[in-house]
C-alpha cells in the first residue's frame, strides 16, 4: 500500500467523523431546544389565597374582599392584571375571556418576584361554584401565572346567584341612646358579624367606630338585632357591619388597617340628642288609712287634742252662761216674789179685791212698794200723760222728789197709789195726788174702783 492510498482512507476517515460530529451537535442542539421549551412551561408563576380562609378553604359570596400573593417566581418591576376564569379552563389559552378584575390599588411586581393583590369579587362571576384566578404579567414581564386552589362562590339559595352582604336599619333620624333595629343578609359563611357605629365624616380607614354588638347569622346568612345607640355620639352617623380574619394592609400616606373579609354599611342617619325629660311629679299611691275608732278607758286626767279642750272649753262657757242666767231669773224670782201669800189680782176691772195686791214694805226708795203682775194695767181709770206724776202730799214720803216716783210703773203701765208702809189699804186709797203746774197733769184725779 503506497502512502497516496493511506492518505485517501485518512481523508475520507476525518470527513465520516466531521459529519458524524456535526450530527451529533444537531442533536444536542435540538434537545436542547426541547428541554428548554418543556422547562419553560413547567416554571409558570403562581400565587395563592391569602383571605378569606375558612377552614383553609378560600369561600365567600360575590362582594367578598379576596387577597392574593406570590414570594416569589414572577418578573421583577413587571406590573400585573388579574381576572377570573371558571375552574378547569387555563390562564394561558383563555387570557381574552377572563372576567377582568378591579385592583384596590396597583400592583408592581417586587424585585424578588413577590407582590400581594387585593380586589372585591366581581357581580360578573355570581355564580355558586369554583373560579381560577390568573395573574398576566404587563410592561418587563409577560408571564401568567394562577391560584394554586380555586375560590368558591357561595349563595343563599340554591341556584340562585349569589349577593353581597348587606345591613340596613329602617331609620333616618334617632336620638341618643334609642334602640334600633338592624337586619343583615348574605352574610356567608356563617359566622360572627360584628356592628359597630362609625361617623360619617370620618375619613381614616384606620378609625374603626364604636362597638356596638356582635350577632350570629342563621344559616341563610340573614339576622335581625336590637341595638342600642350610645349616649355620647351625635350628628350624622352609619352602622357599619364586618366578618371574617382581617388582613392588615398599609394604608396610602397613612398607617395601616385591617381590612374584613365581608364588610357593608347602612344608609347615613342622623343622630341627636335625646330631650332631656321633664321631672314630673307624680302622686305617689298610698295606702287609704282606715281610722278605726277606740273606746278608751275612763281616766281621771285629759290628755286630749286641742279639739277636745276646745270642746270642753265651750261647755264650760255654757255652764257659766246657764249658771249666771239662773242666778239672774233666780234673784227677779225672788224679788217678784208677793209678800205672806198674798198675790196681785191680775185684772181689776173683774175683781173688786184690789187688796189682793203684793206690797213691799222693804222696796227701796228708787222702787214702788207696789207692784202688778208684768204687763198688767193698773186698777183705775186714772191715768198720766206723762211718766212722771208730782209728789204726794202724804207726810211720811221719804222718795226723792227729783228723779225716783215710786208713783211710777215701768213698761208704760198706768200709775199706782201710794199704800200704806206696814199693811196693804184695806179700803180703796183716798186721791193724796197734788196737780203741779210747772212740771205734769193728771187727767182724772178722782179714781174709782170697782
Known amino acids: ?106 400592583v408592581t411586581i417586587s424585585n424578588n418576584g413577590s407582590f400581594s393583590a387585593a380586589f372585591i369579587w366581581p357581580t360578573l362571576a355570581s355564580q355558586a361554584g369554583a373560579y381560577n384566578v390568573c395573574g398576566f404579567e404587563q410592561g418587563s414581564g409577560s408571564q401568567i401565572g394562577s391560584t394554586t386552589a380555586p375560590f368558591y362562590v357561595l349563595s343563599s339559595s340554591s341556584g340562585l346567584p349569589s ?91 397613612g398607617p395601616s388597617f385591617d381590612q374584613y373579609p365581608l364588610t357593608a354599611q347602612t344608609s347615613p342617619f342622623t343622630i341627636a340628642l335625646a330631650p332631656t325629660p321633664t321631672t314630673a311629679v307624680t302622686p305617689v299611691p298610698t295606702a287609704t ?30 255652764a257659766v252662761v246657764l249658771l249666771f242666767a239662773g242666778v239672774v231669773v233666780a234673784f227677779l224670782a225672788l224679788r217678784s216674789k208677793p209678800q205672806g201669800g198674798q198675790t196681785a189680782q191680775t185684772d ?33 181709770t186714772r191715768t198720766s200723760k206723762t211718766l212722771r206724776p208730782s209728789k204726794p202730799v202724804s207726810a211720811d214720803s221719804s222718795f226723792d222728789e227729783d228723779w225716783d216716783d215710786p208713783y211710777r210703773t215701768r213698761m208704760g203701765e198706768p200709775f199706782q197709789q201710794q199704800g200704806p208702809q206696814t199693811q196693804p189699804p184695806q179700803q180703796p186709797p183716798q186721791n193724796n195726788y197734788q196737780r203741779n203746774d210747772n212740771q205734769d197733769t193728771i187727767e182724772d184725779t178722782n179714781p174709782h174702783w170697782q
Not at 349 to 368: F, I, L
Open 163 to 253: 349577593a353581597a352582604p348587606s345591613v340596613s336599619v329602617t331609620i333616618s333620624q334617632a336620638s341618643t341612646g334609642q334602640t334600633v333595629t338592624v337586619t343583615g343578609a348574605n352574610w356567608l359563611p356563617v359566622q360572627p358579624v360584628d356592628l359597630r357605629l362609625k361617623s360619617s365624616s370620618s375619613v381614616n380607614q384606620s378609625d374603626q367606630g364604636t362597638d356596638l354588638q356582635k350577632v350570629t347569622p342563621n344559616s341563610d346568612g340573614t339576622f335581625s338585632a336590637q341595638v342600642t345607640l350610645p349616649n355620647d355620639i351625635i350628628n350624622q352617623n352609619y352602622i357599619l357591619a364586618e366578618a371574617g380574619a382581617p388582613v392588615n394592609l398599609l394604608q396610602a400616606g
Open 348 to 380: 181689776w176691772q173683774d175683781s173688786n179685791n184690789w187688796q189682793n195686791r203684793s206690797y213691799d214694805p222693804w222696796a227701796e226708795p228708787e222702787e214702788t212698794p207696789w207692784s202688778t203682775p208684768s204687763g198688767k194695767p193698773w186698777s183705775g
Open 1 to 106: 500500500m503506497n502512502s497516496h492510498t493511506v492518505s485517501a482512507r485518512m481523508r475520507r476517515a476525518g470527513v465520516t467523523i466531521a459529519v458524524a460530529i456535526t450530527i451529533a451537535a444537531a442533536l444536542f442542539l435540538l434537545l436542547s431546544l426541547m428541554f428548554s421549551e418543556h422547562a419553560h412551561a413547567d416554571s409558570n408563576p403562581t400565587m395563592t389565597f391569602a383571605s378569606p380562609l375558612y377552614n383553609n378553604v378560600p369561600e365567600g359570596p360575590v362582594g367578598t374582599n379576596v387577597f392574593v400573593g406570590a414570594t416569589a417566581g414572577w418578573t421583577p418591576g413587571a406590573q400585573l392584571q388579574l381576572g377570573i376564569l371558571p375552574s378547569g379552563q387555563n390562564c394561558s389559552t383563555s387570557q381574552s375571556t377572563a372576567t377582568p378584575v378591579s385592583l384596590e390599588y396597583p
Open 289 to 318: 288609712q282606715v281610722i278605726v275608732p277606740t273606746v278608751a278607758p275612763p281616766s281621771t286626767t285629759s290628755s286630749g287634742g286641742g279639739n277636745s279642750k276646745l270642746f270642753i272649753a265651750l261647755l264650760g262657757l255654757i
